[in-house]
C-alpha cells in the first residue's frame, strides 16, 4: 500500500532556535526549509500529491505558493523542486475541493496537461468535479441533477484527458478520477474509465463517507477491476480498514489528517502505534490572540504572563531531563493555563491530559528522528515549528502501521 | 528591611530655561527597581491611563541578543520622568569658574522595591523596549545612562512620550549604503538585507560591472537606476534564484565573489546587447527602469540557475539575450504581449502586475526559441 502525502507547502526550519524561539533572520522560506522526507527517518510516505490549486490559487483566493516560488516550481519540476529522492513518486491532481461551488470545473483539459507536463509529474489525474452526497440505492432519476451531470462532467474531461495524453505522446501517467453518490454509480464510473483505457483510477468525493460505506462502494467496483488496474483512495486514511481496501484493489491512498491532528484535533495530537496523546499547550504571549488581547486592556500584567510561560517552559524541559517532578510542572501549566483561560472561562481545562502525556513520555520511546533530536519540544503545543514537526512525526506512526500491513 | 534603600548616583542637573534636567549613569538591572513602565489602558471611568505599548517582544530578543554580543553599547540615553520625591543635591565644591548652566551633584532616589508600578517614583518616557532588554539579558550589570526631568502632570510626560518617539527612521539610501560596512548585532531586518546591500554596493563600485557607479545612492549622486531596483533583483535571485547556489542556509552567509561574478557575467552581456537602453535613465529607457531591470532579473534567473559564476557569460546567452531584440520596446515603439495586448513602451510601470507581464513575455520569447533550435 503506497501513502502519498498531500503538499500544503508544510516545511520546518532546521536552524529554528527552540530556546528564544526565533528563526535566523536571514532564512529563506522553502529553501532552506525542509520537508518531512528530509527531516523525519524513515521517510514517511512514498511520494507527494501536488494540487493544481494549491499551486496556482483557485476561485476562492490565491494559492499557497508565492509567485517566484510557483516559477521556480515550474522551472525546476517536481522532483527538483520538493528535493525527491528517487524512490519516491509524484502525483499531480486538480484540488477538485477548491472549486467545489462552481458549476464547471475552471480548467481545461489542455491547461491541467500543460501543469503536469511542465512540472514533470510522473502521474496526473484527470480533472474531476466533486459530488458532495451519498444515497446507495439512488439512481439518476432519484438524486439531484446537479450529481447526475457532475458525475458526466468527470467522465467526460477524463476521456478528453486521456486522448490529450496518448495525442502528446506524453511522459505522464494518467490516472482516471471517479465520481459517484452510489456503490452502483461508483462501480459504473469505474468501468468507463477501464474502457477508455485507464489502469490507474482515484475514487473522489469518498472524505465524507463512513468506512461502511467506501467498503460498500468498493464491494460493488472490485468485480468489474481487471487485473492490472489500481484504485487511488482520494484524501482517505482510515488504518484499521486499509487491509480490507486493500483486498478490493486499493494500492494507495493520500491524506492529510495524521499530520493536521498534531496541531488542529482537540485532543489526540501525538500519535503511537495504539493510541494518541494530547499535546501539551504552551502559547507564546504575543502570539495568542486572547491573552494579547487580556494584556492590551490591563486585564493581564504582560510581565506575569511572560513569568509564567517562561516557567512552563523551564518546567518541562527539566522534567524531561528528571530535575524536577511532575507535580511542580502540573503547577507551572496550571498557573498559565489559568492566565490564558481567564477571560474566557467556558474554556475547559486540559490538565488532566497533560498529566496523562507527561507520564508516558512517549517521545522517550519513538525511534523517529523528530522526537530523538527535539525530546520535549516535539510535544508541546507551541508554534508552526513544533507543531508541524508533531505532525511530521505522526506520518511516521502512520508509515510504520502502513508497513505492518504490507507484510 | 532589605527591599528598601537609597540609591545615591552621581548627577549633572543641566537647566533648560525655567527646567531642570539630570543626567546620570545607573545600573540597568536596578532600573525597574524605582522607574515603573507604564502602559496605556483606560480605567473604568475611560479614562486614559499610562502612554507606552506592551513590550514587543521580538524586538527586545533583539536588542538582548545584542547587549550579550562582544563589545555592546547603548550611547542613547534612556529618558525617565521623576515624581517629586527625588532630591538632587549639589556638590559642595563646585569651583567658581565653571559654567553656570551645569551642576555637579548627587541625585537621592529612594528606592521600595515592595511599592506597586503606579507608585514608583520615575516612570520610563523613552528606552522601554532596552530597559527590557538589560533586564532580560544574561548579563550581571550594564550600566546605562538616564537623562530624567521632574514632570508637572502625567499630560506633560505623555507628550515627552510622543515627542522623544516621533523622530524620523533614517533614509532608506543611507541604510543601504552604510550597512555592508557595519559590524555586530543589527535588527533582523538589516541583517536580512545586509548581503543584498553589500553586493549591490561591489556592483556600483567595481570597474568590470556594468552597474559601474550607475545606481543612484548617496556617494554615486549620478547614478540613474534606482538602488531599489538593483536591491530587489539581487535579493529575488540570491533567496528563489540563480544566486541561491552560493549561499550558506546554516548561517546566511554567502560567497560573495562568486555572486558578484555571476550578476557581472548576466549584466554584463545585457549591457552588450543593449548598449544604447543602457545608458539612458529610466525615463528615457525602461531596461534601466524598476520594471526592466527586475524582469531581466527573472530571466537571469531561468537561463542560469544551476550554471556557475565563471560559465555565465557565454556565446549562447549572448544569443538568447539578441533573440530578444525584435521582442522589446525598451526605449520606444510598443510592447506586443502574447494575449494580444499591446502597450506603450513607456506605459510599463514598476509594478508587481507589468513585471510579471513583462517576465512572461520575454520568458515565451526564450522558450520559443530553444524550442525551435
Ligand atoms: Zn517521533
Known amino acids: ?407 | 528591611m532589605a527591599d528598601r534603600y537609597t540609591l545615591r548616583l552621581p548627577a549633572l542637573e543641566v537647566r533648560q530655561g525655567r527646567r531642570r534636567i539630570y543626567c546620570f549613569a545607573v545600573d540597568g538591572k536596578k532600573l525597574h527597581s524605582f522607574a515603573a513602565v507604564s502602559r496605556i489602558r483606560r480605567d473604568d471611568g475611560e479614562q486614559l491611563h499610562g502612554y507606552q505599548r506592551p513590550e514587543v517582544l521580538s524586538h527586545i530578543r533583539g536588542i538582548r541578543k545584542y547587549l550579550e554580543s562582544d563589545g555592546a553599547m547603548l550611547p542613547n540615553a534612556i529618558v525617565v520622568a521623576f515624581n517629586d520625591r527625588i532630591e538632587f543635591v549639589p556638590s559642595l565644591m563646585i569651583p567658581t569658574d565653571t559654567v553656570d548652566y551645569s551642576v555637579p551633584g548627587e541625585l537621592v532616589i529612594e528606592v521600595d522595591e515592595s511599592l506597586s508600578e503606579a507608585e514608583k517614583p520615575a516612570w520610563l518616557v523613552d528606552g522601554q523596549q532596552r530597559s527590557a532588554a538589560i533586564r532580560d539579558a544574561d548579563l550581571a550589570e550594564f550600566p546605562v545612562a538616564v537623562v530624567g526631568f521632574k514632570a508637572d502632570s502625567e499630560e506633560e510626560q505623555r507628550s515627552q512620550f510622543i515627542l522623544v518617539n516621533s523622530t524620523k527612521a533614517l533614509p532608506k539610501g543611507l541604510i543601504h549604503e552604510l550597512l555592508p560596512d557595519t559590524t555586530g548585532q543589527l535588527p533582523d531586518s538589516y541583517v536580512r538585507r545586509r548581503l543584498p546591500a553589500q553586493l549591490m554596493t561591489r556592483l556600483n563600485g567595481s570597474r568590470r560591472s556594468p552597474f559601474y557607479r550607475i545606481i543612484a545612492s548617496p556617494t554615486a549622486p549620478n547614478g540613474y537606476i534606482k538602488d531599489n531596483s538593483v536591491l530587489k533583483m539581487v535579493e529575488h535571485s540570491l533567496f528563489e534564484g540563480a544566486l541561491y547556489q552560493y549561499r550558506n542556509p546554516v548561517d546566511g552567509s554567502g560567497d560573495v565573489e562568486r555572486m558578484l561574478t555571476h550578476l557581472i557575467g548576466f549584466w554584463s552581456v545585457v549591457r552588450e546587447v543593449f548598449p544604447e537602453e543602457w545608458s539612458k535613465p529610466p525615463r528615457n529607457s525602461r531596461l534601466t527602469h524598476g520594471v526592466g531591470i527586475q524582469s531581466l532579473g527573472f530571466v537571469m534567473d531561468t537561463l542560469t540557475e544551476d550554471v556557475p559564476a565563471e560559465g555565465v557569460k557565454t556565446v549562447e546567452l549572448k544569443e538568447a539575450l539578441e533573440s530578444l531584440k525584435p521582442h522589446v520596446a525598451w526605449t520606444s515603439g510598443t510592447w506586443k504581449f502574447s494575449d494580444g495586448e499591446e502597450r506603450r513602451w513607456n506605459n510599463l510601470q514598476n509594478t508587481p502586475n507589468d513585471v510579471r507581464q513583462l517576465t512572461s513575455h520575454l520568458l515565451k520569447v526564450l522558450r520559443k526559441r530553444s524550442r525551435r533550435r
Open chain 1, 1 to 407: 500500500m503506497k501513502f502519498y502525502f498531500p503538499d500544503s507547502q508544510d516545511l520546518v526550519s532546521p536552524t529554528y532556535d527552540f530556546i528564544n524561539d526565533e528563526y535566523l533572520p536571514t532564512r529563506v522560506r522553502q529553501r532552506d526549509d525542509v520537508y518531512a522526507h528530509e527531516v523525519a527517518k524513515p521517510s514517511p510516505y512514498d511520494g507527494i500529491l501536488v494540487s493544481k490549486a494549491i499551486v496556482d490559487g483557485s476561485m476562492k483566493g490565491s494559492g499557497k505558493y508565492a509567485a517566484p516560488q510557483r516559477a521556480r516550481l515550474y522551472r525546476l519540476g517536481v522532483r527538483k523542486f520538493f528535493r525527491l529522492p528517487e524512490s519516491m513518486s509524484s502525483l499531480g491532481d486538480c484540488g477538485a475541493f477548491n472549486y467545489v461551488d462552481e458549476e464547471h470545473p475552471p480548467y481545461t483539459v489542455d491547461e491541467v496537461l500543460d501543469f503536469y507536463e511542465e512540472c514533470d509529474f510522473d502521474a496526473g489525474v484527470s480533472i474531476d468535479h466533486v459530488i458532495f452526497g451519498y444515497m446507495p440505492g439512488a439512481g439518476e432519476s432519484d438524486v439531484d441533477d446537479a450529481w447526475v451531470k457532475r458525475r458526466h462532467i468527470s467522465l467526460e474531461l477524463a476521456e478528453k484527458f486521456y486522448a490529450a495524453v496518448q495525442e502528446r505522446d506524453s511522459a505522464v501517467e494518467p490516472v482516471g478520477a471517479a465520481q459517484g453518490w452510489s456503490p452502483a454509480s461508483y462501480a459504473d464510473s469505474v468501468a468507463r474509465l477501464q474502457n477508455i483505457g485507464y489502469r490507474r483510477i482515484a475514487l473522489g468525493g469518498m472524505v465524507p463517507l463512513k468506512t461502511h460505506e467506501i467498503l460498500a462502494c468498493l464491494e460493488e467496483i472490485s468485480p468489474l477491476l481487471l487485473p492490472d488496474t489500481q484504485l487511488h483512495l482520494l484524501g482517505i486514511t482510515r488504518v484499521d480498514s486499509m487491509e480490507r481496501f486493500a483486498d478490493h484493489g486499493v494500492t494507495s491512498f493520500d491524506s492529510t489528517s495524521a499530520f493536521r491532528q498534531a496541531f488542529m484535533d482537540d485532543r489526540n495530537n501525538y500519535h503511537t502505534a495504539d493510541g494518541a496523546y494530547t499535546a501539551v499547550r504552551v502559547p507564546q504571549v504575543d502570539g495568542n490572540p486572547a491573552l494579547k488581547r487580556a494584556i492590551l486592556s490591563g486585564a493581564v500584567s504582560q510581565r506575569d504572563a511572560i513569568a509564567a510561560e517562561r516557567n512552563c517552559l523551564a518546567a518541562l524541559r527539566d522534567y524531561d531531563k528528571d530535575n524536577v517532578d511532575l507535580d511542580e510542572v502540573m503547577a507551572a501549566l496550571a498557573v498559565y493555563e489559568t492566565l490564558v483561560l481567564g477571560s474566557t472561562p467556558t474554556k475547559k481545562s486540559y490538565l488532566a491530559h497533560y498529566r496523562r502525556t507527561l507520564e508516558a513520555r512517549p517521545w522517550k520511546s519513538c525511534p523517529c528522528a523528530l522526537c530523538k533530536e527535539h525530546g520535549i519540544e516535539i510535544a508541546i503545543f507551541r508554534g508552526t515549528e513544533r507543531n508541524k514537526r508533531r505532525g511530521f512525526h505522526n506520518l511516521t506512526v502512520l508509515e510504520a502501521k502502513m508497513r505492518t500491513l504490507a507484510t
